[in-house]
């Protein structure tokens, strides 16, 4: 298993003036765990230290870092066209990479809205249901179903929609209309690699909702095909297909938040198109330039999008939304280099191919005794440890010790989450299963 050469050392930089995100700032300023440089399969500290990403990034780097292709073609675009206002004006680039990414949808869902990252895109996904059930005169339709465990983003859309209780704790309260389904985990699934047999009857909790609310007063149905960062719940057998049914016949429109599984993480290169259910909206992000600059978008259905376009006068804007740095040049020249790797690499058949590999090593984790559930699907994998009384403490120790040890990669609370790169080889899985043994074991 190469690995680059390392990085001279470092100074540690002053951190008491930035307030970082997700973070307990006091601990982590105490004990800073920092990256200094990245290439390739690894992060590198500011010793120049190899750390494997096992994370890729935040979901967002499957094709290896700081990949020359895509330095190249942000390099070109800033000397061209640095920016240019969204708003009444355009480039060439953004159209360019609607149609490419359009034809890595499933069919029919081919208007794409450019925005920043998967919170937004959740917020604007709503926005759209709003106002495609206005456009076509049921302006009554308010209600957003979603479910527990979920979550999908920060902004106050996204986390009214989301159903985990940390995320929800401080400001869930704020937007009003939303109503929760159950989570897909249940206790007879336990150890279960792939799609669990058992639960597609959970997706008849829409019915419940309908019941409770009317299907008139709801507009949209939004789910994560996996549920990802609350720990990896992979959709039980039929359960998707039950939700699309019960969306159709009670004209709900149904979203998919494929942030996290978008281009390629459960092998095609969207998840709608590995479990066979087309959606109304797809939001994506973090992948989409391979996390070198920040950018997302939302795909919509193109009744969607005609019925918007239809009901406004001739010369209004017809979708009043929108963001400053909207399909910005350079995002979009680093999306579309992106996508020529993950095309001319084949790395969406190349993860497909890993994935059982990837699967068989993190399923044989389970006789460690800390240990209580393994689940995944594709490229990403979910590993719940028993906690030692305090929710998440164990977690949190559990990342900390692995980037000592030379793995990176996310936990939420007691739950390791496993999303490695497309690039990896079998070499790369075996390091990063031999690490998180060691360390889960050194736990207990």
Request: glycine residues 10%; aromatic residues 8%; charged residues 20%.
């Amino acid at each position: 298993m190469n690995q680059p050469a390392e990085s001279p050392v470092l100074a540690l930089p002053d951190m008491q003036h930035q307030w970082l995100p997700f973070t307990p700032n006091r601990e982590f300023k105490a004990d800073p765990q920092l990256f200094a440089r990245a290439k390739d399969q690894f992060y590198f500290d500011p010793a120049g230290r190899p750390i494997l990403d096992g994370g890729s990034g935040l979901f967002t780097t499957p094709a290896g870092h700081c990949r020359d292709e895509i330095a190249e073609a942000v390099h070109r675009q800033l000397q061209e066209l640095d920016f240019t206002p969204g708003f009444l004006r355009a480039h060439p680039k953004s159209f360019e990479l609607a149609r490419r990414i359009a034809g890595l949808l499933p069919e029919g869902l081919d208007r794409v809205f450019f925005v920043n990252s998967g919170s937004e895109a959740v917020d604007t996904a709503m926005k759209m249901c709003l106002a495609y059930h206005r456009a076509r005169g049921e302006a009554g339709r308010t209600i957003f179903v979603s479910r527990e465990r979920a979550y999908h983003g920060v902004n106050f859309g996204g986390v009214a929609l989301s159903g985990m209780v940390n995320n929800r704790r401080a400001f869930g309260g704020t937007v009003h209309g939303v109503s929760h389904m159950r989570a897909t985990w249940q206790e007879a699934t336990r150890f279960q690699i792939g799609q669990p047999d058992q639960g597609a009857e959970l997706a008849d909790d829409l019915l419940a909702a309908i019941r409770v609310h009317g299907a008139e007063n709801i507009a949209a149905c939004v789910v994560e095909p996996i549920a990802g960062s609350t720990g990896v719940l992979v959709p039980p057998r039929g359960y998707l297909e039950r939700l699309r049914d019960i969306c159709t016949a009670h004209g709900i429109l149904l979203v998919f938040d494929e942030v996290i599984c978008g281009f390629g993480r459960t092998g095609e290169a969207f998840a709608a198109q590995s479990f066979g259910v087309t959606p109304d909206l797809i939001t994506m992000a973090k992948a989409i330039t391979n996390g070198a600059v920040p950018m997302a978008a939302v795909a919509a259905a193109r009744f969607i999008h005609d019925t918007v376009m239809d009901a406004a006068p001739e010369g209004a804007i017809e979708f009043f939304h929108g963001y400053t740095w909207s399909a910005h040049p350079v995002a979009c020249a680093a999306a579309l280099a992106s996508l020529d790797l993950y095309e001319r690499d084949g790395l969406f058949a190349r993860a497909r191919a890993l994935s059982p590999v990837f699967l068989e090593a993190v399923a044989s984790l389970r006789d460690l005794p800390l240990v209580t559930d393994i689940r995944g699907y594709g490229m990403i994998a979910g590993i719940d440890l028993a906690s030692d009384g305090k929710p998440g403490r164990r977690g949190q120790l559990l990342q900390k010790k692995l980037c000592d040890n030379g793995l990176h990669l996310k936990t939420t609370g007691d739950c390791a989450i496993l999303a490695p790169q497309f690039v990896f080889s079998e070499a790369h899985i075996a390091r990063m299963t031999e690490i998180l043994r060691s360390t889960i074991a050194s736990l207990g």
